[in-house]
């Protein structure tokens, strides 16, 4: 009976819905019984230092047991299977603990004597995970890599007829025929795959594919081994490089020694001889000519298109206004026609919020204005309408529409920067309120700056119910407490 003792180091990727935490690094380690050459029962253990979304510790330890089967080694290593369960236990900012059943791929490659690299990979199921807010099921996925050592047993002697004992064989399973080394492994001289003693053209180049005997092949006949040759279907004629690929010299598709046109510009396309077509007959190949239908007679650019030098899209024959500034709208004669989509009373070439509701007040470059001046003091703008879920940082869908509103004032107005202030009522503990509302602050400053708005223009400051604008002790009051507000930050630019 032989005795398996691993160490791992472990990753593992968290259910980001139903376990909530981070992706981590740790390290662990198995205790393996083989009943035979096919199959082992392992001990698992590892322990991982991770932390939840809202950055507390968590750390996790899992104790397992693993049903495992294996293959005979091979060159490809000892590959396995493995079905377990473990019993999961977090502690740190929470204090529960998890069932789980796994399943593990593996492979073991020798290093040597009774030593071997372990890698796998592995699927968990946690059909009630504890950290979810509904008990939902977990598919957690994780991977391990390690050494392990071999102790006791092992198959009998001299199994391969090698003639060397397997106490001291590293490669058991050695062909008839092939030449070993006092290891009992087969050596390959030129590396072709096939063992000594077995190959039949023992000086293959290296890389080359060869037969069951051991001699290289050329299944496109161009000189260039398989295996060496990158390009085994070359065509018959094709000249080709020493990898055994065709040269283009004009990159064109049609192989040197094909190629009836061996100078064709890049870009244009050919025929079957290599020669450059030009359907429409403006003087630019097909494959280069972005108007492959010009009609006869047009005077073309260099990529075959009739010219329109404004870039207003009407071509230059056909533009009564060649010289119109770019970004216009223009009619069918080419000349600029002024509008306001949004009717807000900026013209659309210089409104940057072109999309304004009716009755907005907007500023001359057509965006709501966000902060009114009342006796020289620049009022704060409460965001009505921006909430939260219940206890929680994360925004509401409805939310969203008057962020976009604010988000694209502040990409119109670049110089702008803005504290971003969370404040909430008097419910709960005064360290509670004051984390929620940073953290609802940081929620609106992550939206806005997913829209595009720099983030070294906003700071993101919490309140707590330190800065109440209502009566507390109403519903209504409690209510208008708990808010956003916008203030525009002084000694910045405006």
């Known amino acids: ?84 369960y473990n019993r999961i236990f977090y502690s740190g900012s929470v204090d529960v ?12 490659f020798s ?120 390009c085994p279907n070359t065509p018959a004629g094709a000249v080709v490089d020493e990898h055994g690929c065709p040269l283009d010299s004009d990159e064109d598709g049609v192989f040197d020694g094909l190629d009836q046109c061996p100078d064709t510009p890049l870009g244009a396309t050919v025929d079957a001889q290599g020669c450059p077509l030009d359907s429409d007959g403006d003087g630019v190949f097909d494959g280069i000519d972005q108007c492959p239908d010009t009609p006869a007679g047009t005077t073309v650019d260099a990529t075959g298109c009739p010219a329109d030098s404004d870039g207003d899209g009407v071509i230059d024959d056909l533009d009564q206004c060649p010289d119109t500034p770019a970004g216009f709208e223009v009619d069918e004669r080419g ?68 962020l976009d509103v604010v988000a694209s004032s502040l990409l119109a107005h670049p110089e702008v920067r803005v504290e971003i202030a969370g404040h909430t009522d008097i419910t709960g503990s005064h360290s509670y309120n004051m984390r929620l509302s940073q953290q609802r602050a940081q929620a609106v400053k992550a939206y806005m700056a997913r829209k595009g708005v720099e983030p070294s223009r906003m700071v993101a400051v919490g309140y707590g119910p330190d800065q109440p604008i209502a009566d507390n002790s109403t519903a209504s009051g409690r209510s208008d407490n708990r808010r956003v507000e916008l203030r525009l930050l002084e000694g910045g630019p405006r």
């Not at 025929?177 to 290296?206: K, L, Q, R």
């Open 1 to 84: 009976m032989q005795v398996e003792l691993g160490l791992l180091g472990t990753y593992t990727s968290y259910n980001s819905t139903h376990i909530g935490l981070e992706s981590s690094f740790g390290a662990g380690g198995v205790l393996g019984l083989y009943f035979s050459r096919t199959f082992s029962l392992e001990a698992f253990a590892d322990y991982t230092a991770t932390s939840d979304t809202l950055d507390f510790d968590v750390n996790v330890s899992r104790l397992g047991a693993t049903f495992v089967a294996h293959t005979r080694p091979t060159v490809l290593g000892s590959l396995y299977i493995g079905l377990g």
């Open 335 to 402: 000349c600029p026609i002024e509008r306001d989509s949004d009717g807000d009373g900026v013209p659309d070439s210089l409104d940057r919020c072109p999309n304004t509701a009716p009755g907005q007040a907007v500023d001359e470059v057509g965006c709501p204005i966000l902060f009114v001046v009342e006796q020289g003091v620049v009022q704060a703008l409460v965001l009505r309408g921006v909430n939260f879920q219940v206890n929680r940082s994360a925004l509401t869908a409805a939310s969203y529409s008057i």
């Open 111 to 230: 290093l040597g004597g009774r030593v071997a690299l372990r890698i796998e990979g592995r699927v968990s199921y946690i059909p009630n995970a504890a950290l979810s807010p509904t008990n939902g099921g977990a598919v957690n996925l994780g991977a391990a890599a390690g050494i392990s050592i071999f102790a006791f047993g092992g198959p009998p002697r001299d199994a391969d007829k090698d003639g060397v004992p397997n106490t001291t064989d590293q490669c058991p399973d050695t062909p008839r025929g092939a030449t070993v080394d006092a290891v009992g492994c087969p050596m390959d001289s030129d590396g072709d795959g096939v063992f000594d003693g077995i190959d039949e053209c023992p000086n293959t180049p290296a890389g080359a594919f060869v037969n069951e005997k051991g001699c290289p092949t050329d299944t496109d006949g161009d000189g260039v081994f398989d295996g060496i040759d990158v």
């Open 97 to 108: 603990q998890d069932n789980a059943g796994y399943l593990i791929l593996g492979d073991r």
